[in-house]
């Protein structure tokens, strides 16, 4: 059974662009998670989806939003990057959200200059 | 709201000897918990999983922890560390609340010196 899946692996962009993150979930899981990881913050959720529907939204501006699609992939897209969002973006699947264990993907490492 | 401590930043194991990672969690109900491992540049592996019964759960790669209501407590422990076990270990804790959200500790890099 294929893992999570992300795309691309790693990212390079410049101050103001915006950037789409792709995500892949395990086949069968309906929930998506996004988490950003970084040195000074740790791991922090940003939101999860689930069946198309976004179910819960971390504590992040308005600049990072998401999606998800009808076979359960998502996307999440940051506007106008700060070097602050310089990071590693972990997704995770996992079948039906509460009650069971997510998955995580390897990640995808932007980094803003 | 939910939280998790980790209170070891680093730890530092003689390969074969035994490990213990410290875990503590806040949450009014019922938490579900975790323990995930993490290499650099790496995702998150899970290693293994609370929900609830038994209070010692065993996990992947010679893992276990075990769930202490009393002391709000999920350590990690594996009896024999190998040194391909370096790495960094985080807790994590979810509510029972609809929807998928784990909060993390601050994590805790494993050395293991030969």
């Known amino acids: 059974k294929a893992g999570v899946t992300q795309t691309p692996r790693y990212l390079i962009k410049t101050r103001g662009q915006q950037v789409t993150l792709s995500c892949s979930p395990i086949s069968g899981h309906r929930s998506v998670s996004w988490y950003q990881q970084t040195p000074g913050q740790g791991l922090q959720f940003l939101f999860e989806y689930f069946s198309e529907t976004q179910r819960n939204k971390g504590n992040f501006p308005g600049r990072f939003s998401g999606r998800q699609f009808s076979n359960s992939r998502s996307e999440m897209n940051v506007s106008t990057l700060e070097l602050g969002d310089s990071a590693l973006y972990l997704c995770a699947s996992s079948l039906m959200g509460m009650n069971t264990e997510a998955f995580f993907g390897q990640g995808t490492r932007l980094t803003v200059v | 709201a939910q939280s998790v401590t980790q209170p070891d930043i680093h730890i530092t194991v003689s390969e074969g000897a035994s490990l213990e990672l410290r875990c503590n969690y806040s949450y009014g109900a019922t938490p579900y918990l975790f323990w995930y491992v993490q290499s650099p540049g790496q995702g998150l592996q899970l290693l293994l999983k609370?929900?609830?019964?038994?209070?010692l759960v065993q996990g992947i790669k010679g893992f276990e922890a075990e769930f202490k209501r009393s002391q709000s407590s999920f350590n990690l422990r594996k009896p024999s560390v190998h040194w391909s076990d370096a790495a960094e270990y985080f807790c994590a804790v979810g509510a029972n609340t609809g929807f998928q959200k784990l909060v993390f500790g601050t994590g805790t890099r494993l050395l293991v010196s030969p």
């Open positions: 609370y929900f609830s019964g038994d209070t």
